[in-house]
C-alpha cells in the first residue's frame, strides 16, 4: 500500500528522516557478527546505521558508491564557531558540492589526518582527573570523543 513512487514529491516527514551523506564514511561492519554482508555508515553527526546487502559483491558496491557521494557532498569543513568561553566546538560540516578534484580531496583528508592526528596526541598530553564532574572534564572528554571519531 505505501509503496516507493519516484515521480512522487518528498514529503517533510520523508526529507526529515533521510540520512545525510555528507562527510560520511561507510565500511564493512567487521564488529557486527550477527548477520553477514552488513555495511556500517557513520554519519556527520555520528549516527550509525547498519545496512544488510544481499551479498558480499552487493556490500562492497554499496560501500564504494556511498563513500563516492559521500565524497562528492563534502566541501572541506568550516572552522569551529569562536566563544570567549573554552567551551569545545566541532567545526561546520557543509553538505555542498566539494570543489577539489579527487587527488586534492585525498591530499586534503591527508593533512587533516595528520592534523587530527596530531591534536589528539597534543589532548592525551594533558589530562583532567576522571573524578571531575566539571564542565572542564566533560569538554575534555567531548574533545577526545570528537577526535577519536574524525
Not at 47 to 75: C, D, G, H, T, Y
Not at 81 to 105: D, G, N
Not at 120 to 136: C, F, N, R, T, Y
Amino acid at each position: 500500500q505505501n509503496e516507493y513512487k519516484p515521480d512522487k514529491d518528498l514529503s517533510e516527514v520523508d526529507l526529515k528522516n533521510a540520512i545525510r551523506v555528507h562527510h560520511a564514511l561507510a565500511t564493512k561492519a567487521s564488529d557486527y557478527s550477527k548477520k553477514s554482508n552488513v555495511l556500517k555508515l557513520k554519519t556527520a553527526d555520528w549516527r550509525v546505521f547498519l545496512f544488510q546487502a544481499p551479498s558480499k559483491e552487493e556490500m562492497l558496491s554499496w560501500i564504494l558508491r556511498i563513500n563516492l557521494v559521500a565524497a562528492i557532498f563534502s566541501a572541506p569543513a568550516f572552522p569551529a564557531a569562536i566563544c570567549s568561553m573554552k567551551k569545545f566546538c566541532r567545526p561546520l560540516l557543509p553538505s555542498s558540492m566539494t570543489k577539489l578534484c579527487q587527488e586534492e580531496q585525498l591530499r586534503s583528508h591527508e593533512n587533516k589526518m595528520k592534523q587530527i592526528a596530531d591534536e589528539l596526541a597534543e589532548h592525551k598530553l594533558h589530562p583532567v582527573e576522571k573524578s571531575l564532574k566539571s564542565k572542564e572534564a566533560e569538554e575534555y572528554r567531548l574533545k577526545e570523543h570528537y577526535l577519536i571519531f574524525e
